[in-house]
């Protein structure tokens, strides 16, 4: 009998689901439902018509696009043909998607829209290994695209399914013969790390690597076959990609939103039984939230924070363990009909828990989110560890943890405080890169993640920063700049934060205000209508961020509190070059960008 791949379990699930539905994708302005007979036959078309490319096993296949149903489709038709899936931000400029695709040695590439495919034209005489290009979205009405000298051929999704089963007679037993023959040992995916710094590394990773994450995964996480879940991170990105696995692997119905934009529509619409997300989303939802409370009425207000507080009342009692008193509960009850209720609608009505990962999430929104009916659950993983190793639980989570290890997942703590892990989920290494793939994946199995983290006597894991950001002041002390800057950013006023001060004599702070927060401010400080840069500039604006800082100062160390602050022009972004396509801040990037300005808070 064949051993289980990502491959053999997405033709299981067709033949084992048949007629439900397996994604949900908006399509001229409605929502329309796909089978699993349907989405298989679609990928067994795909697949096909890569095998007629000249597609062999083990070959290199490149994916640039936002995240949508075809992405997922395509990913599991290069499994079925014996592929190696190379995901590619779609928000890449030209010169990183040629670097990825030679790196990787991709011979075909599919790409989104017409906009992606003009990104592909400009960069395809630096690919050489590069033989064709198929367009997601749109039409093409030519054959081939000349490429430096050379021709590349050119199909749209319509074409390569036409393709696949024209050539279906005569590739039917190869793909078959593909599908027996790939081992849960090869090669699924190289997945290129967003990185903050310097050129992506390629992560090697198995179809067992991401069997034993998956089979972890569904041991402890509370997903029943047939569930909902809405995905909008970005699939190139290793937290996106597990979760559409998930689906394919648990037998769900994976929603895909529009956009981040129309998240919040999405979510109502499709009404998902869970989410994963970046703490970046919760943020906002929880500065949005504050702001429209801030800003109503004053009896909306008073009527909110009762609610509050008589959520984080049963906040309490829930995770300790405790009954809620009679008198408790009738209050929550009526704190939901006036206030929790509708954030809960605005959820999708039936949203039980919610993941996220990628980035520290601050302890006060996580136990924000509880106290009004929301648990999200905080867990943690790298891309080299596909991308599990630890995660809260629905019946048993820590706030300000990243929760328990997966089975099968052993963690322990070096001497220097740095994060090892261990288990069938750790990636093989980066790809043609030997001396950095022995920095970190040891030969006794120790993976070294980098963080910098501690286990309490349960098991919990609390991340504190990353080894390399931790701060050590010129006197000496080590300083976390993570945990400060997720405290500032518990003030909704506040976007972003960055804290630097290694082997100076005090931390600084470099901070991005909120545009809608700061308006609102604007407005009622009577300051007028003014551009963000001009208002940043304002010192009744820097007097209420001053104020954060002061609260923030409070609770911390003399050492690590914050000495200066400044308020930047406006806020970060990826096209400014200051986050990663996953919404994390690029440190050493902000640092390059406004090094005067740092040093100038260093000056007398």
Same mark, same amino acid.
């Given at each position: 009998?064949?051993?289980?791949?990502?491959?053999?379990?997405?033709?299981?699930?067709?033949?084992?689901?048949?007629?439900?539905?397996?994604?949900?994708?908006?399509?001229?302005?409605?929502?329309?439902?796909?089978?699993?007979?349907?989405?298989?036959?679609?990928?067994?078309?795909?697949?096909?018509?890569?095998?007629?490319?000249?597609?062999?096993?083990?070959?290199?296949?490149?994916?640039?696009?936002?995240?949508?149903?075809?992405?997922?489709?395509?990913?599991?038709?290069?499994?079925?043909?014996?592929?190696?899936?190379?995901?590619?931000?779609?928000?890449?400029?030209?010169?990183?998607?040629?670097?990825?695709?030679?790196?990787?040695?991709?011979?075909?590439?599919?790409?989104?829209?017409?906009?992606?495919?003009?990104?592909?034209?400009?960069?395809?005489?630096?690919?050489?290994?590069?033989?064709?290009?198929?367009?997601?979205?749109?039409?093409?009405?030519?054959?081939?695209?000349?490429?430096?000298?050379?021709?590349?051929?050119?199909?749209?999704?319509?074409?390569?399914?036409?393709?696949?089963?024209?050539?279906?007679?005569?590739?039917?037993?190869?793909?078959?013969?593909?599908?027996?023959?790939?081992?849960?040992?090869?090669?699924?995916?190289?997945?290129?790390?967003?990185?903050?710094?310097?050129?992506?590394?390629?992560?090697?990773?198995?179809?067992?690597?991401?069997?034993?994450?998956?089979?972890?995964?569904?041991?402890?996480?509370?997903?029943?076959?047939?569930?909902?879940?809405?995905?909008?991170?970005?699939?190139?990105?290793?937290?996106?990609?597990?979760?559409?696995?998930?689906?394919?692997?648990?037998?769900?119905?994976?929603?895909?939103?529009?956009?981040?934009?129309?998240?919040?529509?999405?979510?109502?619409?499709?009404?998902?039984?869970?989410?994963?997300?970046?703490?970046?989303?919760?943020?906002?939802?929880?500065?949005?939230?504050?702001?429209?409370?801030? @800003? !109503?009425? #004053? *009896?909306?207000?008073? =009527?909110?924070?009762?609610?509050?507080? /008589? %959520?984080?009342?049963?906040? &309490?009692?829930?995770?300790?363990?405790?009954?809620?008193?009679?008198?408790?509960?009738?209050?929550?009850?009526?704190?939901?009909?006036?206030?929790?209720?509708?954030?809960?609608?605005?959820?999708?009505?039936?949203?039980?828990?919610?993941?996220? @990962? !990628?980035? #520290? *999430?601050?302890?006060? =929104?996580?136990?924000?989110?509880?106290? /009004? %009916?929301?648990?999200?659950? &905080?867990?943690?993983?790298?891309?080299?560890?596909?991308?599990?190793?630890?995660?809260?639980?629905?019946?048993?989570?820590?706030?300000?943890?990243?929760?328990?290890?997966?089975?099968?997942?052993?963690?322990?703590?070096?001497?220097?405080?740095?994060?090892?892990?261990?288990?069938?989920?750790?990636?093989?290494?980066?790809?043609?890169?030997?001396?950095?793939?022995?920095?970190?994946?040891?030969?006794?199995?120790?993976?070294?993640?980098?963080?910098?983290?501690?286990?309490?006597?349960?098991?919990?894991?609390?991340?504190?920063?990353?080894?390399?950001?931790?701060?050590?002041?010129?006197?000496?002390?080590?300083?976390?700049?993570?945990?400060?800057?997720?405290?500032?950013?518990?003030?909704?006023?506040?976007?972003?934060?960055?804290?630097?001060?290694?082997?100076?004599?005090?931390?600084?702070?470099?901070?991005?205000?909120?545009?809608?927060?700061?308006?609102?401010?604007?407005?009622?400080?009577?300051?007028?209508?003014?551009?963000?840069?001009?208002?940043?500039?304002?010192?009744?604006?820097?007097?209420?961020?001053?104020?954060?800082?002061?609260?923030?100062?409070?609770?911390?160390?003399?050492?690590?509190?914050?000495?200066?602050?400044?308020?930047?022009?406006?806020?970060?972004?990826?096209?400014?070059?200051?986050?990663?396509?996953?919404?994390?801040?690029?440190?050493?990037?902000?640092?390059?960008?406004?090094?005067?300005?740092?040093?100038?808070?260093?000056?007398?």
């Amino acid at each position: 009998m064949a051993q289980e791949t990502l491959a053999r379990r997405f033709w299981d699930g067709v033949e084992r689901y048949g007629d439900r539905a397996a994604q949900l994708a908006k399509v001229g302005g409605a929502w329309q439902a796909v089978s699993w007979r349907a989405l298989g036959d679609e990928v067994r078309e795909l697949a096909l018509g890569l095998i007629a490319l000249g597609r062999q096993r083990g070959d290199a296949v490149a994916l640039l696009s936002q995240s949508r149903a075809e992405w997922v489709r395509a990913d599991f038709a290069i499994f079925s043909a014996g592929g190696i899936t190379i995901p590619i931000y779609p928000s890449y400029p030209a010169e990183d998607v040629a670097y990825i695709a030679n790196d990787s040695g991709a011979r075909t590439l599919f790409v989104e829209d017409l906009g992606q495919l003009d990104k592909v034209r400009q960069a395809a005489k630096d690919m050489p290994g590069l033989q064709s290009v198929v367009l997601i979205h749109g039409e093409v009405h030519e054959r081939d695209m000349s490429a430096g000298g050379r021709t590349l051929r050119l199909l749209d999704w319509a074409g390569l399914r036409s393709l696949g089963r024209l050539e279906r007679p005569d590739l039917e037993p190869v793909l078959a013969e593909r599908l027996s023959a790939v081992s849960p040992e090869d090669v699924a995916t190289i997945v290129y790390t967003s990185g903050t710094t310097g050129h992506p590394k390629g992560v090697v990773q198995t179809h067992a690597n991401h069997l034993a994450a998956l089979r972890a995964a569904a041991e402890v996480t509370e997903v029943r076959e047939g569930e909902v879940h809405l995905l909008f991170l970005p699939l190139a990105h290793s937290l996106a990609r597990f979760e559409s696995f998930i689906g394919v692997y648990q037998g769900l119905t994976t929603a895909f939103a529009e956009s981040l934009e129309k998240l919040s529509d999405n979510l109502k619409e499709v009404r998902p039984h869970f989410i994963v997300s970046v703490p970046r989303v919760f943020e906002k939802v929880y500065a949005k939230v504050l702001s429209g409370v801030e @800003g !109503g009425p #004053p *009896l909306k207000k008073k =009527i909110f924070y009762w609610a509050l507080g /008589v %959520g984080r009342q049963v906040s &309490e009692h829930t995770r300790s363990g405790r009954p809620l008193p009679l008198a408790l509960s009738a209050q929550h009850a009526v704190a939901h009909r006036l206030v929790f209720g509708k954030l809960h609608a605005a959820l999708g009505g039936r949203l039980r828990f919610c993941f996220s @990962g !990628g980035a #520290p *999430l601050a302890r006060e =929104i996580a136990e924000f989110f509880h106290a /009004v %009916g929301v648990l999200i659950l &905080e867990g943690y993983g790298l891309t080299e560890t596909c991308p599990i190793l630890t995660a809260n639980r629905v019946r048993r989570y820590k706030f300000g943890t990243v929760g328990l290890a997966f089975p099968g997942v052993e963690l322990k703590i070096a001497e220097d405080g740095e994060i090892l892990a261990r288990g069938a989920n750790i990636a093989r290494g980066y790809y043609r890169r030997p001396e950095e793939t022995a920095e970190v994946f040891k030969p006794d199995g120790w993976f070294h993640t980098g963080d910098i983290g501690e286990l309490d006597a349960e098991g919990f894991l609390r991340i504190t920063d990353r080894k390399k950001d931790l701060i050590k002041t010129a006197g000496g002390s080590y300083v976390a700049p993570q945990h400060i800057e997720n405290l500032l950013k518990g003030d909704p006023f506040v976007s972003q934060a960055v804290v630097y001060g290694d082997r100076r004599p005090y931390p600084v702070a470099l901070i991005t205000l909120n545009p809608e927060e700061l308006s609102k401010f604007a407005r009622n400080a009577g300051l007028g209508d003014k551009a963000l840069a001009e208002l940043a500039r304002n010192p009744a604006v820097i007097e209420r961020i001053r104020q954060t800082v002061d609260r923030v100062n409070e609770g911390l160390a003399s050492y690590a509190r914050l000495k200066r602050f400044a308020i930047l022009p406006a806020d970060f972004s990826q096209e400014g070059g200051e986050l990663t396509p996953t919404l994390k801040v690029k440190r050493k990037a902000v640092s390059a960008s406004y090094a005067d300005l740092i040093e100038s808070l260093y000056q007398s």
